[in-house]
Nanobody
Framework: VQLQASGGGLVQPGGSLRLSCAASGSIFSINVMGWYRQAPGNQRELVATITSGGSTNYTDSVKGRFTISRDNAKNTVYLQMNSLKPEDTAVYYC???????????????????WGQGTLVTVSS
């Protein structure tokens, strides 16, 4: 399974961006999809996650500003980021915790897959 993230860029404080991450492969189902971020000099941190049923979880610093969603038919997760702040500047990575792949009559589970990251810069 591969994850392809897109949508990053340069935005002014108070602006908005929408990140997308599409999973590809012989995917039967994806359990939890999420977004993480890593700012320079910091460890990677959780931003938001969403289960296959639509339950969401957010880190406190983005609650009320970011919205995570997913399209199960397209195996894609989105992150709508509003009211962006300079401290949101980071490389954003998408993640899947468990993907079930189907190959004809065979199955394979793939755990903890990461996308390549997309840079979000919030600056005036």
């Amino acid at each position: 399974v591969q994850l392809q993230a897109s949508g990053g860029g340069l935005v002014q404080p108070g602006g908005s961006l929408r990140l997308s991450c599409a999973a590809s492969g012989s995917i039967f189902s994806i359990n939890v999809m999420g977004w993480y971020r890593q700012a320079p000099g910091n460890q990677r941190e959780l931003v938001a996650t969403i289960t296959s049923g639509g339950s969401t979880n957010y880190t406190d610093s983005v609650k009320g500003r970011f919205t995570i969603s997913r399209d199960n038919a397209k195996n894609t997760v989105y992150l709508q980021m509003n009211s962006l702040k300079p401290e949101d500047t980071a490389v954003y990575y998408c993640n899947t915790d468990r993907v079930l792949l189907q190959y004809g009559a065979g199955w394979e589970e793939v755990f903890n897959t990461w996308g390549q990251g997309t840079l979000v810069t919030v600056s005036s």
